[in-house]
């Protein structure tokens, strides 16, 4: 490589419109808040803003846990944080599994030492709260791991009955919150979740980089109370909880700017207001879901389970992926998801999450694929998604 | 709390002079790189940009190791990556000890379930050399660990003879280079060096929140070969690997804004020239240490081994520690580090790091003592330092 090319050059990033699985497009004043002077990690307007940041989080997570606060690295090492402090070698765990995100799961409780025990559930469908029962009567499970919105199949599960099998068979809900959180609500304390992760890169509208997680009292006990050495230092919650806690010892350095972009997506979210935010999402999920049914366009999720930030659609017969996803991206600046998995090459997954939920990407996109595909009538589905605004 | 105190709130984030152990302050360029629109992790201009910041890693570096990449977390992760890909349980592990990082790897090596050997040194002095021999004759070592630049102690350690002598033993040489990258020079060809990890917050001049680590063909053989799972999903080279490399696999989802971040300051890095900021990091560090020495304040780590980015400090008998680092921090807005370990309320830590290293810094904080401590002539200690950049 000659070293003068780097010479003077400065990165020209295009304005993309993301609506694929995340990222969604970073508000300013999100972009504005990293662009703000460097702090130690110590220094006292830090410590503040990152407990201004822990009180956002609880309100956005519904729960009142002392232990929330966003883990230093994105959604998978949230998720690989909340499995390796609770499991301990021979554990029982039980993984729901029915998209890629489930399967992440089952793969890391392995790798924690965990016995693992699947419910499997078809892709593009909820887990059977049925078959979450068989099992629990079936093994002595310490934690029932299971997705929330599924980012791979755009399924939203419902939580109530399994939380109640969960209680019943005193075994810990552990809740995968990377997509549903900020979009849909996601009541902690309330649906008997003890513990939680997400990301900050799709509904609450932050970059990627950190992953909020949130535990219950009884699932923090159990921690203390491990006999074995948690595997992973970086994710070690005992030393996390004493930076994050009063204590403030230092165990690594936080990623600052990341810090400053959460709290300040939080505040949007907070300003916005939940109810509204959750409302909004559903709103341009279902404008899109008409603009795309107007022209042949079905959704895979099963009915009634749907998750509004993120539409799974069968890519029409004859289209070729790839090609149609390439031109959207280079002709339209507009990035929507291939398919993960057993969906490669037969869904695309359409994200409207956080600042990429408003009614302009919903046109855009729909006045797009009327160009980019085959047969189809101009307008149909920008009409088609009219009617569900006008109704509103 | 109550919420309406968020409503148009903005953070009020002071301009500090970072001087301490990192982060150090973040260059306007960095910070206007982390305030491009967001791209998708799959987008060809971030892939293009994943490219060519691996490609400048390599030069500061010094190596041509393909496996040279920047993982998705601060520089604690690159320690627990490096380790938990190489460690199979029941590998011999030898672990240079002579600060608070020397005994982090060791305790990282124990949770990875190898049989960790210590070589210890006193803190403030380097490893010797005849230590690590013994102990390699001792035990049939995988991995001989040790730091380049402890940030506890701020001794730089010469790692020629450690790396002739794990050569002649068929060990892996892992060095922890967190505070020397960028700040003096860090060959891992030349050096042969195995395995390396770094952060971005120091000599590099990037904000905190990724970890730069390096393999050599030797060490990704290794990482292929293993019998047993890497307990880390997050961490794992053979994934993260196929997402930095041609085949472009997802994995998690980068931190997109970071990655702006490090590339921009390596393109800084690489206009500066590595000589030009090797001599600048020495250079500063002499003036400081210069007019810290006429005000009677001495330096810890053994003469000829210091470490010009982190000049460690006795804090003189009767001086408040706390209390002299609050009143820099608020009434001059300079932050240093206190001491780490057995140094806690020993020592100070000043860093001149990446874009802290300047003139304008060392004569701030040298100006700033002279007012904060008993029984100091004023302008002693920047009339030595004066002297230092005189004879330049």
Same mark, same amino acid.
């Given at each position: 490589m000659n070293t003068s090319d780097f010479k003077n050059s400065s990165q020209q990033i295009p304005n993309r419109l993301l609506l694929g699985p995340g990222p969604s497009n970073t508000p300013p004043r999100v972009l504005t808040a990293m662009n703000q002077p460097m702090l130690g990690y110590l220094d006292p307007v830090f410590l503040e803003l990152m407990d201004e940041t822990m009180e956002l989080l609880r309100g956005v997570f519904g729960t009142e846990n002392q232990l929330t606060f966003p883990v230093s690295a994105t959604g998978s090492a949230g998720m690989e944080a909340t499995l390796c402090n609770l499991i301990e070698p021979g554990d029982e765990i039980i993984v729901c599994v029915n998209g890629f995100f489930g399967a992440r799961i089952a793969d890391i409780v392995k790798r924690c030492r965990g016995k693992l025990h699947v419910v499997e559930g078809d892709w593009g469908n909820i887990i059977d709260p049925e078959d979450v029962e068989n099992k629990l009567n079936a093994v002595n499970a310490k934690i029932v791991c299971i997705v929330h919105a599924e980012t791979s199949t755009g399924v939203l599960q419902p939580l109530d009955d399994i939380s109640a099998m969960a209680k019943r068979n005193d075994a810990l809900l552990l809740v995968d919150c990377v997509t549903s959180l900020g979009g849909v609500p996601v009541n902690l304390d309330a649906s008997g979740i003890d513990v939680a992760y997400s990301c900050t890169q799709k509904c609450l509208g932050g970059p990627p980089g950190l992953s909020p997680v949130s535990f219950s009292d009884r699932a923090v006990e159990i921690i203390h109370k491990r006999?074995? !050495?948690?595997? /992973?230092f970086y994710l070690d919650m005992r030393l996390l909880s004493n930076y994050w806690g009063k204590e403030r010892v230092y165990h690594h350095t936080a990623p600052i700017s990341m810090n400053y972009a959460i709290n300040e997506a939080l505040k949007l979210v907070e300003e916005e207001g939940l109810t509204q935010r959750y409302h909004r999402h559903q709103l341009h999920s279902q404008a899109l879901a008409a603009g795309l049914e107007s022209i042949g366009i079905e959704r895979i999720a099963q009915e009634g389970h749907r998750a509004p930030m993120l539409t799974s659609v069968s890519i029409p017969d004859g289209v070729d992926d790839a090609g149609i996803r390439r031109r959207l991206l280079e002709e339209y600046n507009i990035e929507i998801g291939g398919g993960l998995g057993v969906f490669k090459g037969k869904a695309w997954r359409i994200g409207l999450m956080? !600042? /990429?939920?408003?009614k302009e990407s919903v046109i855009r996109l729909l006045s797009a694929l009327e160009d980019l595909l085959p047969d189809v009538t101009q307008l149909a589905a920008v009409e088609a998604a009219e009617k569900v605004y006008a109704a509103e």
């Open positions: 006999k074995t !050495e948690i595997q /992973s956080g !600042e /990429s939920c408003r």
